[in-house]
């Protein structure tokens, strides 16, 4: 089955090669800390339910101690390396159907199989590995809405495929439309919902035969996707994504009027820096985010995982044939890649702040770092068959079913269970707050 986003794709439409070389040490050094200031905890206090550390099972009292330590999850989950994991794969494309076609490389003859083989470790702590059982615990009566492209889908998927070791899903879609999915875990009323929304804000494909003869997308960055605008007020969680559409030939419109494109070679049109489009779109997708009044699920922002193109771009010849990871000190984030992640941190950083004045809570999935090194984990020629005429022959963008981006479910898990503590430590700063003012 072939989906328009498949037909669509083409991730560095006419993009010029841009060389920005950083060294790792700099991102590590630099970059994380003036960008990731939301995975340092304001303050140093962790909550513990006395009953489960200290209190023998009859004790009774519902006091909780509040006790200074070194906190393991100071620890910043998103940086580390991939150590070898011999239990993985946790599903196959025997045990899931919700593997896409594109996405099932066993199936089209990928001879290697040690890319299955790993899982994130953290530096200076442990990431656990994803628990089905546990995940569908926590979201019994919730809601979860993946918005985005083709590898948002990407990463559903494999979620589906997880759980699929407790429970399938029924799809209860008002319609057939596959770009907008629902699903529902009827043991425990958890709710899986698609929207797909590659710019996530509105688009229109000009009509190929206009007046321009351009073929080209009009974006207009200033107005959110409807599609999804108006359809997630009712949702628990949230899993943004986008960015590589945003290398394709568009036209931009703020206010309804044309302000400048990408590549468009229209007359009296500006051509714009690439990361123009994708920084306002962002912006607008967030700011949508914090206007929804009845919203009061947490967003999370899943950052690019990198594609992985070796030899030639995506159309001259470029492919990923790698086996096996990089270690995180053989490989720098560069080029488009580099830029739209630090757009989407900074815009990240800015919804956040305005989110606190809302009671809208924003989270970073930061998956940029892990995917980087993971050349290994793309189909490459083993997405379709080698007769098959497709767009994207050797796909270094998605990612294999089963294979590493399975390991997005572990950070995922992590980062709700780390939802409740926050809540929990945000309300007693809320409190400290309130007590100051009250002693001043
Ligand atoms: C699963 O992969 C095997 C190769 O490992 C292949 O022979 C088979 O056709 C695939 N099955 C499905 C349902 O995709
Ligand atoms: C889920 O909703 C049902 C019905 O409203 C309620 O009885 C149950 O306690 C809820 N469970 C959780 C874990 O919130
Ligand atoms: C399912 O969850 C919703 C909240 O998302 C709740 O309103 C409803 O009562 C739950 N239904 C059942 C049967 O537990
Ligand atoms: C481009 O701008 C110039 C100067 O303003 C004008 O003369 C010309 O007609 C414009 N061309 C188009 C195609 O709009
Ligand atoms: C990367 O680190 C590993 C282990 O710390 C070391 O063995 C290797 O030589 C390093 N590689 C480079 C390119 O620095």
Request: with cysteine; net charge positive.
């Amino acid at each position: 089955m072939e989906l328009p986003i498949w037909r669509n794709f083409s991730p560095a439409q006419r993009t010029p090669s841009i060389l920005i070389l950083v060294s790792l040490t700099l991102i590590i050094l630099g970059l994380i800390p003036l960008y990731h200031p939301f995975y340092r905890y304001p303050v140093n206090l962790v909550v513990v339910h006395s009953s489960k550390i200290t209190s023998p099972p009859y004790h009774t009292t519902k006091d909780k101690k509040i006790k200074i330590m070194e906190r393991e999850d100071m620890c910043n989950v998103f940086i580390g390396d991939w150590v070898p994991n011999s239990d993985a794969p946790y599903y196959t494309n025997t045990t899931c159907w919700a593997i896409h076609e594109h996405q099932n490389c066993m199936k089209y003859g990928r001879p290697d199989t040690e890319f299955l083989k790993w899982k994130w470790k953290p530096k200076g702590c442990e990431l656990p590995i994803f628990n089905p059982y546990q995940f569908l615990d926590m979201m019994r009566n919730k809601s979860m809405a993946f918005i985005g492209d083709s590898v948002g889908r990407n990463q559903m998927q494999s979620l589906i495929c997880l759980l699929s070791r407790v429970e399938y899903p029924i799809d209860i879609s008002y319609d057939e439309d596959q770009n907008f999915r629902t699903w529902k875990y009827t043991t425990y009323n958890f709710t899986l919902a698609a929207y797909w929304s590659p710019y996530l804000v509105t688009v229109k494909e000009s009509d190929p035969d206009g007046p321009s003869h351009t073929g080209l997308f009009n974006l207009y960055l200033d107005e959110p996707d409807p599609k999804w605008t108006t359809q997630i007020e009712q949702f628990n969680y949230l899993i943004l994504n986008s960015a590589h559409w945003f290398t394709r030939c568009s036209v931009y419109y703020e206010k309804n009027q044309i302000i400048g494109c990408r590549y468009c070679g229209l007359p009296n049109v500006t051509d714009l820096p690439i990361n123009y489009g994708y920084q306002k779109a962002l912006k607008t997708t967030l700011k949508a985010i914090n206007s929804l009044e009845k919203f009061k699920g947490v967003t999370f922002l899943r950052t690019i995982a990198p594609s992985h193109f070796e030899g030639g771009e995506w159309n001259k010849g470029g492919n990923c044939v790698r086996k096996g990871p990089f270690r995180s000190n053989e490989t720098s984030l560069d080029g488009v890649s580099l830029e739209f992640y630090k757009t989407q941190v900074e815009e990240f950083k800015v919804a956040a702040e305005e989110g606190k004045k809302k009671g809208k809570r924003f989270r970073l999935l930061d998956m940029t770092q892990a995917m980087l090194l993971r050349p290994d984990g793309h189909p490459s020629r083993y997405g379709h068959w080698p007769n098959e005429n497709v767009v994207l022959y050797n796909d270094c963008v998605h990612w294999c079913l089963p294979g590493p981006i399975d390991s997005w479910s572990d950070f995922l898990l992590h980062m709700l269970k780390m939802e409740g503590r926050r809540a929990l430590e945000e309300k007693l700063q809320l409190k400290q707050g309130v007590k100051k003012e009250w002693q001043s």
